[in-house]
Nanobody
Framework: QLQLSESGGGLVQAGGSLRLSCTAV????????MGWFRRAPGKEREFVAA????????EYSNPVKGRFTVSRDNDKKTAYLEMNSLKPEDTAIYYC??????????????????WGQGTQVTVSS
């Protein structure tokens, strides 16, 4: 089990950038697939991106593909979400999550067992 904590959210103008961090407490961070999800006001939670154990494989949702980059540093037990060319529709609470059972990347929230508390990202037009 991992304890996750996100940081790096904030208010940014459209076209700007932010980098979110997800720091984990736990022994085996390198054995977890790490995912990023978001929930916009009035909308369902949606998948954003995920990265495999070694950081060599990643998957993105269509709305963020080409603008967001997910990465991880296993030595620092931290996952990152670099967000560029931000749009007002990216406004949401962003959550990181960890899947310690499967080695395969999944966009399904139910596959992830451990979740952070979320960090707010607001993009102004």
């Amino acid at each position: 089990q991992l304890q996750l904590s996100e940081s790096g959210g904030g208010l940014v103008q459209a076209g700007g950038s932010l980098r979110l961090s997800c720091t984990a407490v736990g022994r085996t961070f390198h054995n977890y697939v790490m995912g990023w999800f978001r929930r916009a006001p009035g909308k369902e939670r949606e998948f954003v991106a995920a990265i495999g154990w070694r950081g060599q494989l990643a998957e993105y949702s269509n709305p963020v593909k080409g603008r967001f980059t997910v990465s991880r540093d296993n030595d620092k037990k931290t996952a990152y979400l670099e967000m560029n060319s931000l749009k007002p529709e990216d406004t949401a609470i962003y959550y990181c999550a960890a899947d310690g059972i499967s080695s395969h990347i999944s966009p399904t929230a139910g596959r992830y067992d451990d979740w952070g508390q979320g960090t707010q990202v607001t993009v102004s037009s």
